[in-house]
């Protein structure tokens, strides 16, 4: 899936973004945030995490790392290792550089990182590694359902 898929997922579901088309890369949370213009640390990261094998979305800002402890705590697992590349595109129907933080093929129980609270609004990739969409931290945590938690150091 790509851009057109996650924008007729957010018409489908009532979500009224607006997709931000870059003729540059931003497939990492730096090109991004450098194809913006923003800091970095309002790039939202959207990583998938198995926790004793069972997937998880993890929302993370993109100044911060994720800390697999914290999550392992939170997420109440033994173990926790980031997604390789093929499982990311099995879970979430999307390439790593464009997974959006909804929109899924499945619904992936989320984590986000409270850090991103610094800000009123973020951006977050919109399906693809050249398209990504502000959204307003308090509508993130709504659209995602997600759980708000201290899962990332430096
Ligand atoms: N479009 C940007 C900003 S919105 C984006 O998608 N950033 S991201 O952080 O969500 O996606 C890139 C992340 O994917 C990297 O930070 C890295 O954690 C992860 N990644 C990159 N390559 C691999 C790989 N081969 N296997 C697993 N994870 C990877």
């Given at each position: 899936m790509g851009a057109e898929q996650f924008t007729q997922y957010c018409k489908d579901n009532g979500l009224d973004i607006s997709v931000v088309e870059l003729d540059?890369?931003?497939?990492t949370a730096q090109l991004a945030a450098e194809a913006i213009g923003?800091?970095?640390?309002s790039i939202v990261k959207s990583l998938v995490f198995l926790a004793d094998g069972k997937p998880a979305l993890v929302l993370v800002a993109g100044d911060r790392r994720a800390d697999t402890r914290k999550l392992a705590q939170v997420l109440e697992a033994k173990k926790v290792k980031m997604a390789d590349a093929d499982t990311v595109r099995a879970e979430t129907g999307f390439a790593i550089g464009g997974v959006p933080p909804v929109g899924h093929h499945t619904r992936l129980p989320t984590i986000i990182?409270?850090?991103?609270?610094?800000?009123e609004t973020v951006y977050a990739a919109?399906?693809?590694?050249?398209a990504v969409f502000p959204i307003a931290y308090d509508v993130l945590l709504q659209v995602t359902a997600g759980q708000v938690a201290d899962v990332t150091g430096d």
């Open positions: 540059k890369s931003t497939r923003t800091e970095l640390g990182d409270r850090s991103l609270s610094r800000f919109a399906g693809s590694p050249r």
